[in-house]
């Protein structure tokens, strides 16, 4: 059984030091949708994603539905741009 490691880096969204998990900017769930397919590759939908903490990557799936995170918020800069989660960035920032 293999062990996956552990990364540590800065947060894409709030910059902190901490360990680090990968985002799907397009949920996995998703790759075989149809619209998906036809408006991704999918060797796109396969590496486009964000290393996050574990605090903004739990706010991130808290926030929005996997259909509206794959459609709406498949970038760093709008995930950024969405207030409810530019204003938890803000937040976290400070702990």
Same mark, same amino acid.
């Given at each position: 059984? *293999?062990? &996956? %490691?552990?990364?540590? !880096? $800065?947060? $894409?969204?709030?910059?902190? /030091? ?9 949920? #996995?769930?998703?790759? $075989? @949708?149809? =619209? ?6 999918? &060797? +796109?939908?396969?590496? #486009? !994603?964000? +290393?996050?903490?574990? +605090?903004?990557? %739990?706010?991130?799936? %808290?926030?929005? !539905?996997?259909?509206?995170? !794959? %459609?709406?918020? @498949?970038?760093? /800069? $709008?995930?950024? *741009? +969405?207030? &409810? ?5 803000? =937040?976290?920032?400070?702990?």
């Amino acid at each position: 059984m *293999a062990t &996956q %490691r552990k990364k540590l !880096g $800065a947060c $894409a969204l709030c910059e902190r /030091e901490r360990e680090l998990t990968f985002h799907h900017l397009i949920p #996995r769930t998703l790759h $075989a @949708n149809k =619209w998906f397919r036809k408006n991704f590759e999918r &060797q +796109d939908m396969l590496m #486009r !994603g964000i +290393d996050v903490c574990r +605090d903004c990557h %739990r706010m991130i799936h %808290r926030t929005h !539905g996997e259909k509206e995170l !794959g %459609r709406t918020f @498949n970038t760093k /800069e $709008a995930l950024l *741009a +969405d207030p &409810q989660i530019a204003k938890f960035v803000v =937040w976290v920032k400070k702990r």
